[in-house]
Structures are given as structure tokens and as C-alpha cells.
T-cell receptor, first 116, second 112 residues
Framework: AQKVTQAQTEISVVEKEDVTLDCVYE???????LFWYKQPPSGELVFLIR??????QNEISGRYSWNFQKSTSSFNFTITASQVVDSAVYFC?????????????FGDGTTLTVKP | EAQVTQNPRYLITVTGKKLTVTCSQN?????MSWYRQDPGLGLRQIYY???????DKGDVPEGYKVSRKEKRNFPLILESPSPNQTSLYFC???????????FGPGTRLTVL
């Protein structure tokens, strides 16, 4: 069965600090997709990034970067120079492509608070 | 504008009174899914649909039904709601199951 663990329930940082949100996943499939979503206080869910299991390249988008390591089954998310607007709940999610294609599993989320 | 719409946005009902939460997308997406969000539990998948007339159970399907008669619509049906179905519900759609999801605004349901 697929599983996603976000061990950090809550993180609080001061503006301009760097912060890393951890995500560890479990799957038996060789083909799968990993996602990060952001849920700001307004409640909507916003897609941030997708990675497939064959693409271990790290990605950087502005202040955001993602580190995907299959060897440790981790897909961590780093925000550099955090800002108050980054305060949100962040979810890591996994979708398998094999016999469970279509099933989607989310972590419990990490609530990030960035203080001015 | 590309969007996923859900109705109603808020609903307070009583135990046992059948209700339907509608979900509609205008992006011609094949994949649609329903989730419920409860404090501390993240999003849990209720049902998903890979295409028209193809639906399957997620992790928490008990007490829910869905149908996919048209590509754009994926209603969630609670035949006999119970208080433990009080939750925030999200509908999502995407090109395929491995594609980024577009989420609706959410429906906050309270069952008394």
C-alpha cells in the first residue's frame, strides 16, 4: 500500500529564514508521481510541482526548490528566504501508475508559519 | 477560465437526509477525484474516476456514492449522511491520474 509521511506537523520560522519540509513515501511501484500542494489560509489547494519516478533531477523555481531522492524515498521541499506569504499548509502526495493507478495518497500536511 | 466548481459551498443537514454535492470541470479532463479533509488527517481520497463510466474506490469510500455519466461532472452522493461525514470536501480534476490536480474551492458539510 502506498503511504506518505510528513513528519513535521508544524514549523515556525522568522521571515528570511530558509526552511525545508520533509516528505517520505512508500510504494511498491516502479512508476509513480509525487506532488506538492499548498493550502494557504484562504483554503484553496494550489499545485506546486510534480515529479515522476524516473526523473530525479532537482528543481528550482524562484525561492522554491525540491530534492527528490529515490534511494531514501524522499521528496523534500525547501523555501529559501521565507516570506510571510509562504505561511500555509503544505501537502506532499503520491500517485501510483501500476495496479493502483488512479489512487492518490496525501501526507497529513505541514503547517508552516512565517513570522515577520 | 479553467476551473473546477463545486456546489454547494456550505451545507448543514441532518442525519439521514440524502444529499448530493456537485462537481464540474471545464477543462475536458479525464481524471476526477473526491477527497475529504479533516483536521490533522490531510486529504483522504473517497472515489476517483479515470474516465466516463469508470469509477473506483479510494481509501475512505464507505457511506459515499459517485457517478460519471459525463466527462465534465462527477457528483458525490451521500445516501444517508451521518455526523462522522462532517468534513471539508474537495473535488479535483486532471488530464490523467499522473497529472497535476486542479481543485475545486471545497464544500464544507456539517451533518447534525
Amino acid at each position: 500500500a502506498q503511504k506518505v509521511t510528513q513528519a513535521q506537523t508544524e514549523i515556525s520560522v522568522v521571515e528570511k529564514e530558509d526552511v525545508t519540509l520533509d516528505c517520505v513515501y512508500e510504494t511498491r511501484d516502479t512508476t509513480y508521481y509525487l506532488f506538492w500542494y499548498k493550502q494557504p489560509p484562504s483554503g484553496e489547494l494550489v499545485f506546486l510541482i510534480r515529479r515522476n519516478s524516473f526523473d530525479e533531477q532537482n528543481e528550482i523555481s524562484g525561492r522554491y526548490s525540491w530534492n527528490f531522492q529515490k534511494s531514501t524515498s524522499s521528496f523534500n521541499f525547501t523555501i529559501t528566504a521565507s516570506q510571510v506569504v509562504d505561511s500555509a499548509v503544505y501537502f506532499c502526495a503520491l500517485s501510483e501508475a501500476g495496479t493502483n493507478a488512479g489512487k492518490s495518497t496525501f501526507g497529513d500536511g505541514t503547517t508552516l508559519t512565517v513570522k515577520p | 477560465e479553467a476551473q473546477v466548481t463545486q456546489n454547494p459551498r456550505y451545507l448543514i443537514t441532518v442525519t439521514g437526509k440524502k444529499l448530493t454535492v456537485t462537481c464540474s470541470q471545464n477543462m475536458n479532463h479525464e481524471y476526477m477525484s473526491w477527497y475529504r479533509q479533516d483536521p490533522g488527517l490531510g486529504l483522504r481520497q473517497i472515489y476517483y474516476s479515470m474516465n466516463v463510466e469508470v469509477t473506483d474506490k479510494g481509501d475512505v469510500p464507505e457511506g459515499y456514492k459517485v457517478s460519471r455519466k459525463e466527462k465534465r461532472n462527477f457528483p458525490l452522493i451521500l445516501e444517508s449522511p451521518s455526523p462522522n461525514q462532517t468534513s471539508l470536501y474537495f473535488c479535483a480534476s486532471s488530464l490523467s491520474f499522473g497529472s497535476p490536480g486542479f481543485f475545486g474551492p471545497g464544500t464544507r458539510l456539517t451533518v447534525l
